[in-house]
């Protein structure tokens, strides 16, 4: 009998876990201390605590499991910490350096500064060989592989121990002949090498781009298949034989561990997209279409937007400043969470991360060796944790040892009180976050004003309400599955699988049926994909996207639209979609300005979604919540330490409100409502919260 459904994230600090049962619809939520240096034990440590809390073994949980939804970190951190396979490059020759030289030394983002230092390539020189091949722009092949460089490099991979081959050739996306040919070749020569080539990964113009992204893809994925087979074999091991293991994709979708074994690329985002997905279908819960998602851990911060009741999808970014042309939720991340290092800098300014103290040894209230004072130390030091009840009790924060980083750390270099260092050093954080929340919104050109924020992440409920204040923002949507909500996301989430051909054109000259026949075998690939992960016809859509810009324009903006709308055979709306996207990125368009076409794209999806918002129980007329306790607190919009009452948040009911300055503790985070807010428990298991002093009362 299967029952259960579980969506799994694993994260720096914390695995989250949520099980939701089919036939009961109960939801129950665990965390579990990550396990960096092998991240399946710490799922599996997970897995039996999730089965405690369902009074059963975790064989018995497994046994009686249908899906799991895993998000990883996996790839991510082989690429941050340097840890990938050793990977050798094939390109045309005299193209060896590209991956090296980038698009100069120094980015736009990093122009004027003069000690920017570029990232070690991911391949070493002497493993990145040029062979005599050759295509022209047209895609007409010029001069074939020769078998014979194909063998003596063959034979250098394997004499330096190579796990993985990244093939590039220039021109392949107009015709990858060459690359095919030389994949085939080298899978002959080198059975037991991960061979990957760029036709298969990113087939568009632009030569750095596609060999960054195919280099990325060959150096995570020995990485991401060990892993893999690793944890499906544990799983299978301890009772979970006929259940389905599905990957979280960077897009934001959902798919088999196959289809990420051929572009493992697709992952390094796999478990912050999940946040997005999940404070979406909140956000509608409360009838917004529009919304700011924020994810505070233990390790990072996460930022990202909701437009339309859609995650936002950006078609290309960096990792550790590796460039990646591949579809990825538009997530800003930077190092600010709980075990963010706070540390004084040689001008004597404090500062907090982006360095971390993990989850080994963690921040020094754990008790497990941390001597450095974290931004969890400060929450503690100023009343907002309670040390006796973290994760429900589980885990016993030490305030004498938290106090104690701070002040030798901080208080005393600076002169100030423990309580004025904490409170610094909550600030400095908080400033952080509202940093990266604009990179994200005005950067783009959004009003963080005109959105409500999802709070997301352990961590987050104790900084949101000081970060609306400092943004402007005065709606706080606080699901009561906050700490778990990247988990509660891969639950959410739907099957995904997304395509690019390059296609450069004048659009002047084009017609429509032409795109439907370029995207013609895309189509067919992703239906018949949809249709072997058990989708039926009637749960699929497909989603088409032209990149298209201004002639002269160097770069592209990127539109999407139902397949309908290509069907019916007009232009004119699909330019008019063009026209409004520009201008609003960039505040202008040139409606009679010629319009070139870059590249296409397919993006095949799957209504998979099992997770069901929770429906939280009626409060009586005139029923209010009663505190359980007190205790001092430093009320961050008083500015002064305060008796605060304490209210249970796992207990309260729909329809109650609570005014400023309280907190509200639930078994995985805590709330804090300063003085000028109000917070109310609405009828979708989350909290709102707003700033009444700015807005208008719940």
């Not at 004048?506 to 189509?523: D, G, K, N, T, V």
């Not at 989708?535 to 810009?549: H, N």
Request: aromatic letters at 6%.
């Amino acid at each position: 009998m299967s029952r259960f459904t579980l969506g799994i994230d694993v994260g720096g600090t914390f695995t989250d876990l949520v099980a939701f049962n089919t036939e009961s619809g109960e939801q129950v939520i665990d965390k579990a201390s990550s396990t960096p240096a092998d991240p399946s034990i710490g799922v599996l440590n997970g897995l039996e605590s999730l089965a405690a809390k369902l009074s059963l073994s975790r064989s018995e949980l497994l046994e009686q499991t249908r899906l799991i939804v895993h998000g990883t970190t996996v790839t991510t951190n082989a690429v941050l910490t340097g840890r990938g396979a050793k990977t050798g490059l094939l390109t045309t020759a005299g193209f060896r350096d590209i991956l090296q030289m980038r698009r100069g030394v120094r980015s736009k983002e990093h122009l004027f500064n003069n000690k920017y230092v570029a990232p070690a390539p991911l391949v070493e020189r002497d493993l990145r060989i040029g062979l005599r091949e050759r295509t022209d722009a047209a895609g007409l092949l010029l001069k074939p592989v020769e078998d014979g460089e194909l063998e003596a490099a063959a034979r250098l991979f394997r004499e330096e121990g190579v796990e993985a081959v990244a093939i590039c050739f220039m021109h392949a996306h107009a015709n990858p002949a060459n690359e095919e040919a030389a994949a085939a070749r080298l899978r002959e020569l080198l059975p037991d090498v991960f061979v990957t080539h760029s036709a298969e990964v990113s087939p568009m113009v632009r030569l750095y781009n596609r060999v960054s992204t195919t280099v990325m893809n060959a150096y995570v994925g020995p990485v991401l298949q060990t892993y893999i087979d690793r944890l499906l074999g544990a799983l299978r091991e301890q009772g979970f034989r006929s259940g389905e293991l599905l990957i979280m994709q960077s897009n934001g979708g959902i798919t088999s561990p196959d289809n990420v074994a051929t572009i493992p690329a697709t992952t390094v985002l796999s478990g912050p997209a999940g946040g997005p997905v999940a404070g979406s279908a909140f956000a509608r819960a409360y009838g917004r279409e529009e919304a700011i998602v924020i994810d505070m851990g233990g390790t990072s911060f996460e930022a990202s937007i909701i437009r339309g009741g859609e995650v936002t999808i950006r078609k290309e970014g960096e990792i550790n400043r590796n460039h990646l042309a591949l579809p990825m939720a538009d997530i800003h991340s930077i190092g600010s969470g709980g075990g963010s290092i706070a540390w004084i800098d040689d001008g004597g300014l404090l500062r907090v991360g982006p360095q971390s103290a993990g989850a080994r040894p963690g921040p020094a209230c754990y008790g497990r060796g941390g001597k450095l004072p974290t931004c969890s130390d400060a929450d503690l030091v100023l009343g907002y944790l309670d040390g006796d009840y973290f994760l429900g009790g589980e885990m016993r924060l030490d305030v004498e040892l938290a106090e104690r980083a701070i002040r030798e750390h901080i208080a005393e270099p600076l002169g100030l009180s423990v309580e004025e260092a904490a409170y610094g050093i909550y600030t400095i954080s908080n400033l952080n976050m509202t940093g990266g929340i604009k990179e994200i919104t005005v950067q783009n050109g959004h009003d963080p004003r005109e959105f409500p924020m999802v709070v997301a992440g352990g961590a987050a409920p104790v900084h949101a309400a000081m970060m609306a204040r400092e943004l402007g923002m005065t709606e706080m949507i606080i699901p009561k599955y906050s700490s778990v909500l990247c988990a509660v996301g891969m639950l959410a989430s739907d099957l995904r699988h997304d395509y690019v051909k390059s296609f450069q054109h004048s659009w002047r000259h084009i017609e429509l049926p032409l795109i439907e026949a370029m995207l013609r075998a895309s189509r067919h690939e992703g239906w018949q994909a949809l249709g072997q992960e058990g989708v039926t016809v009637s749960k699929r859509e497909v989603i088409v996207g032209i990149d298209m810009r201004y002639s002269g324009q160097h770069y592209e903006v990127t539109i999407e639209f139902d397949e309908a709308l290509l069907l019916a055979g007009d232009k004119a709306p699909i330019e008019e979609l063009f026209h409004q996207e520009h201008e609003r990125l960039y505040g202008f368009d040139l409606r009679h300005h010629e319009l070139e076409v870059v590249n296409l794209r397919l993006s095949c999806r799957g209504k998979q979604a099992v997770f069901e918002l929770p429906r939280s129980e009626q409060a009586a007329a005139g029923e209010q919540p009663q505190p359980r306790g007190s205790r001092r607190m430093y009320d961050p919009a008083l500015r002064q330490s305060v008796e605060t009452p304490i209210y249970d948040g796992e207990t309260m009911k729909a329809g109650t409100q609570l005014q400023g300055p309280c907190i509200v503790e639930l078994i995985t985070t805590t709330i804090i409502v300063p003085t000028g807010f109000e917070l109310a428990y609405g009828n979708h298991g989350s909290f709102i919260m707003r700033d009444v002093e700015k807005g208008e009362r719940v």
